[in-house]
């Protein structure tokens, strides 16, 4: 069983379209990070939310975590090209040497086409 | 920021040889590094937790003989994989976090491309 459903897993769109991502899960969490990837590179740190309801904004970027701190989506605005990734939300272990042991969802690949 | 290098970017290895993938902590010390393998169009696995001085802890289904993991100091732990074949082609990434931080942030390396042939 997917600690983390993510969906979708594949998005190809048009410049200029909005699109939302989802990461769910049954179990509550402290804290949720979302990541963005690039080919023949590592993660890329996008935010972290921490507090249920927040929403953060990262330019066309708007990340929200859910009331009850157990789901959390990524929503883009006017997707342009440079938006091409896979995109990866995680959570992170609870205490001692799991910091920082992050369990990822399956990852939204996502194709912007000019 | 924290930067995290890996060493080498990409390598091809021949069937039965081993392998070794350095994973440095260039600007602060990691007690704690964390091991990924990533399949094409696929999220990250944990492969194994590797802790300065003492053993790697493995996940379960990974096998510590074939993935041997070193970690002689606070800056570099090294994956080594041994008996290579095509299977365990994939893309290794390692992360690290800051050692006595309370923070959860692990930083990525840029990752290994290993192609077994």
């Known amino acids: 069983t997917q600690l983390l459903e993510q969906s979708p897993q594949f998005l190809s769109i048009q410049e200029g379209e909005n699109l939302t991502v989802y990461c769910n899960s049954s179990?509550?969490?402290?804290?949720l990070q979302w990541y963005r990837q690039e080919p023949g590179e590592g993660p890329v740190l996008l935010v972290t939310?921490?507090?249920?309801?927040e929403v953060k904004k990262l330019k066309r970027l708007t990340f929200q975590f859910g009331d009850a701190r157990k789901d959390s989506s990524l929503h883009i605005t006017a997707a342009q090209p440079g938006d091409t990734g896979l995109y990866l939300c995680a959570v992170a272990g609870a205490g001692g040497t799991s910091y920082g042991k992050l369990t990822f969802g399956q990852g939204t690949i996502l194709t912007v086409h000019p | 920021g924290a930067v995290v290098s890996q060493h080498p970017s990409w390598v091809i290895c021949k069937s039965g040889t081993s392998v070794k993938i350095e994973c440095r902590s260039l600007d602060f010390q990691a007690t704690t590094m964390f091991w990924y393998r990533q399949f094409p169009k696929q999220s990250l696995m944990l492969m194994a937790t590797s802790n300065e001085g003492s053993k790697a802890t493995y996940e379960q289904g990974v096998e510590k003989d074939k993935f041997l993991i070193n970690h002689a100091s606070l800056t570099l732990s090294t994956l080594t994989v041994t008996s290579a074949h095509p299977e365990d082609s994939s893309f290794y990434i390692c992360?690290?976090?800051?050692?006595?931080?309370?923070?959860?942030?692990?930083?990525f390396g840029q990752g290994t491309r290993l192609t077994v042939v």
């Open positions: 939310v921490v507090t249920g309801g």
């Open positions: 992360s690290a976090r800051e050692s006595d931080s309370l923070n959860t942030e692990a930083f």
């Open positions: 179990s509550v969490f402290s804290s």
